[in-house]
Nanobody, 121 residues
């Protein structure tokens, strides 16, 4: 089993920055892709950005130019650098990973427990 552990959430004023981290831990696994999702109160969970094993990234239009997703393969960690934060960025942010195991067939999806990001106006 792989576990994802997020960190870095908190309270910040509008215009400020936060950096989220997500560490994947376990054994005999490789990561195909990692990403960040968020869910605001009363809204559906939405994709923020993804980074694939080769390093290519995608970000939602709503965060392009403000958020950067990156990955450290050696540390099995994905980061979300969030700049110029807005109150509408307030949400629980979830880490997501698509995992392959060396001893079994298939792709497995895992989620972190979520970390709260609150942006005050």
């Amino acid at each position: 089993q792989v576990q994802l552990m997020e960190s870095g959430g908190g309270l910040v004023q509008a215009g400020g920055s936060l950096r989220l981290s997500c560490l994947a831990s376990g054994s005999r696994f490789s990561i195909n892709a990692m990403g960040w999702y968020r869910q605001a109160p009363g809204k559906q969970r939405e994709l923020v950005g993804t980074v694939r094993s080769g390093g290519s990234t995608d970000c939602a239009d709503s965060v392009k130019g403000r958020f950067t997703i990156s990955r450290d393969n050696a540390k099995n960690t994905v980061y979300l650098q969030m700049n110029s934060l807005k109150p509408e960025d307030t949400a629980v942010y979830y880490c997501n990973a698509e995992i392959a195991y060396s001893d079994r067939i298939g792709r497995y999806i895992y989620w972190g427990q979520g970390t709260q990001v609150t942006v005050s106006s």
